[in-house]
């Protein structure tokens, strides 16, 4: 099951900031749900995977939930609480072992993509009543939950989902 996702991210941030302790860490990770390449381009509509991370943004839209946050997520803490040294990172990960098998990074990044293809099959899978429930009928989720499932086996089309990680410190 997917959760309903986080309908109010300034609240959130803000109960976080006011039971922190000063000089506590936050740190808050969010997935934007495009699909990018090896150029780290947009994957879109030519892309099972990349239309059903589309029909997700579209299901959590549905129910309200913060489906942009991954963008303004640093911003948001800035804004939102008495934090300093904010800091934002994208963490690319790969979905699948699709690395040269020659090195140590390649053989690491290789574990990755197989754990998060594994992540992205049971997401997949997962999804269906919050998509079906914003609108998609269960045949076409059952012929868009096939065909990404097959895609994302595929290893030789590299992709990528992207981790926005942002940590803040409390002010003293």
């Not at 991954?70 to 904010?86: C, K, N, R, T």
């Amino acid at each position: 099951m997917i959760a309903m996702g986080i309908k109010n991210y300034p609240s959130l941030i803000g109960e976080v900031a006011r039971i922190l302790k000063p000089g506590g860490f936050l740190q808050m990770q969010e997935w934007d749900f495009f699909v990018v390449n090896v150029e780290k381009n947009i994957v879109g509509a030519e892309s099972w995977f990349g239309r059903w991370c589309a029909a997700l943004r579209r299901g959590l839209a549905f129910r309200s939930a913060s489906v942009g946050a991954a963008e303004s997520l640093d911003a948001m803490i800035e804004a939102q609480g008495p934090f300093e040294s904010v800091q934002q990172q994208n963490v690319w990960m790969p979905i699948g072992p699709c690395f040269p098998r020659d090195t140590a990074d390649g053989m690491r990044l290789n574990l990755v993509g197989e754990f998060m293809r594994e992540n992205v099959k049971a997401f997949i899978k997962g999804g269906r009543t919050l998509i079906v429930g914003s609108g998609m009928s269960v045949e076409d989720y059952n012929t868009l939950a096939f065909h990404a499932t097959k895609e994302v086996q595929d290893v030789s089309l590299p992709m990528y989902l992207r981790l926005n990680c942002v940590t803040a410190r409390k002010q003293y």
